[in-house]
């Protein structure tokens, strides 16, 4: 039937679509495939670029930095070389005209102070503004003020303090954002968050990687790097990579369409050389369909001529013993005619005695033709029915095999009832030949049903590996032609796997042979 469904829907030239969708979307995963690929190696290379060229601006900053904090050195070291400090005791108008005119050459420097015993004189920016003043030693409370000190002499020391707020705002930050953080994890400067500590803005895990770590990726997108004692980190900056991503995403879908668009044009006009192959092939499939319909159709007609070849054959069996009761009763009769003992109730006794051994006959008969009788439709039937049935129909053959039957359980199945007896006749004829051929003393079989499984088990002693795999090969028998045609066993696994759509298999136990039908739950 479903061969017979297939020939249609290619009649009807449904394959032409297949064919031409199936090019579209394979074309359409290849790209799929080529953009994914595009689109991690465009994410691999920004994250490369961005850490080759993060980690050139820390050089260049730290380089900057130093600079600076040499400079600041530099500067207080000039003015402790001096010689009115060393030489003379400046006035408060000469240090106050000597330190602003130090403040106003370097824009980084907001205060100078000169500190004597404790005392203070400091000079200090302030709103563009210069005042000097004394007081007490000063503690600059911002916090990127960084103060360098040199000892004039042992009782006094002069102290530049730097601003790095202007320092780190010049950075430019198009790639990236920054955090600058004192030794204990404190914000000092962030150009894109505000926050009080590390903590506040990381997981706990990766603030104290962070504030572990010098110069190093924390991760892909964060770098670490120390200035004296502070710590810069540098994290990508997400609103480029956003921007980026948008981007990449717009131009993803403008080529995914610009593809799909392609991907159907080319699809529909390389499909047309595969139009003419498959009609070629559907032709060839059609011969092929129908030659194996006719040698199926053959072998099932074998299948039943040889099954009729073993019902008679059981039959004779059967009609052996019943023969063999009526010769008696015959003889018994000509004995009692000779001896002058018939009368009425001799004559009835007979009659009785021989219509007994007549209907037995008959019976057999009825029940081998109604058990081979062909199903006109499927029908629900339970399969310990069938292999009860199979079994009496054996009678005369399985005299001297015991019978073990194991029954779990009760399996009802759908399907033609008729064509699932004759696996199982076969499958218990071929067990029984085995026996007697190899003379077994104590013959076996033991029939069990268990869940979805029937399994026939002979102690035969097995099959031969050699010739295991070819059993269910047409044609193919262990036994003399004029006993078997090979086409038994071919038929059962026919019937069992299309019909019934489960599994017929074989292998060896410790005793013999064991045939399992392994019936699919849908069946």
């Not at 394979?26 to 790209?31: E, G, K, R, T, V």
């Not at 400079?71 to 108008?93: C, D, H, M, R, Y």
């Not at 008959?362 to 439709?377: A, C, H, P």
Request: charge should be positive; include cysteine.
């Amino acid at each position: 039937m479903s061969e017979v469904q297939d020939i249609k829907l290619k009649e009807n030239d449904s394959y032409r679509i297949n064919i031409t969708l199936a090019f579209i979307f394979f074309a359409l995963f290849i790209i799929v495939i080529i953009t994914s690929v595009v689109m991690f190696y465009w994410t691999k290379l920004s994250t490369e670029n961005f850490q080759n060229r993060v980690t050139l601006e820390s050089k260049n900053i730290v380089s900057e930095f130093n600079q600076k904090l040499s400079t600041a050195k530099n500067s207080a070291s000039g003015i402790v070389n001096g010689t009115f400090l060393n030489e003379i005791k400046p006035s408060e108008q000469f240090l106050a005209i000597i330190f602003k005119t130090f403040l106003m050459s370097n824009k980084d420097f907001i205060k100078l102070s000169y500190i004597q015993n404790n005392n203070n004189f400091f000079c200090k920016k302030y709103n563009n503004n210069i005042f000097c003043n004394y007081g007490n030693l000063y503690k600059d409370k911002n916090k990127l003020h960084l103060n360098t000190k040199i000892d004039v002499n042992s009782s006094s020391s002069i102290q530049i303090t730097t601003d790095l707020s202007n320092f780190f705002k010049s950075i430019p930050t198009d790639i990236f954002n920054m955090i600058v953080l004192d030794e204990k994890g404190k914000v000092l400067y962030s150009n894109f968050i505000k926050a009080k500590s590390i903590y506040d803005i990381f997981t706990h895990n990766l603030a104290d990687k962070i504030l572990k770590e010098d110069k190093k990726f924390v991760t892909n997108d964060i770098y670490i790097d120390k200035l004296n004692h502070y710590k810069i980190v540098f994290i990508q900056n997400k609103k480029l990579l956003k921007k980026q991503k948008i981007i990449a995403r717009n131009l993803a879908i403008s080529m995914f369409v610009l593809s799909m668009i392609l991907a159907v044009f080319f699809g529909y006009f390389f499909s047309k050389p595969l139009y003419k192959f498959y009609d070629r092939l559907n032709e060839k499939v059609k011969e092929e369909i129908e030659k194996n319909r006719e040698k199926e159709q053959m072998l099932m007609h074998q299948s039943k001529l040889a099954a009729l070849g073993e019902m008679l054959g059981n039959i004779a069996h059967q009609w052996r013993h019943p023969i063999t009761r009526l010769s008696l009763l015959i003889q018994n009769f000509e004995l009692a005619y000779k001896m002058g003992k018939i009368d009425d109730k001799f004559v009835d006794k007979f009659k009785t005695k021989a219509n007994e051994q007549i209907n037995y006959m008959s019976n057999t008969i009825d029940d081998f033709t109604s058990f081979f009788k062909k199903d006109k439709q499927k029908q629900k039937f339970y399969v310990e029915e069938v292999i009860e049935d199979a079994l009496k129909l054996l009678e005369g053959r399985i005299k001297n095999v015991k019978i073990i039957k194991e029954y779990e359980t009760t399996i009802m199945i759908n399907g033609y009832k008729t064509e699932f007896s004759q696996v199982i006749l076969n499958i218990l004829n071929n067990a029984i030949d085995v026996l007697n051929e190899r003379k077994i003393e104590n013959k076996k079989i033991w029939i069990k049903i268990k869940s979805n499984l029937i399994e026939i088990e002979d102690n035969a002693g097995g099959i031969a590996e050699d010739i295991k795999e070819k059993i269910f090969e047409p044609y193919f028998t262990t036994k003399f032609q004029s006993q078997g045609t090979g086409i038994g066993l071919y038929m059962s696994k026919i019937i069992i796997t299309k019909h019934f759509n489960s599994k017929l298999e074989v292998e060896n136990s410790k005793f013999g042979a064991i045939f399992k039908i392994i019936l699919n739950n849908n069946s």
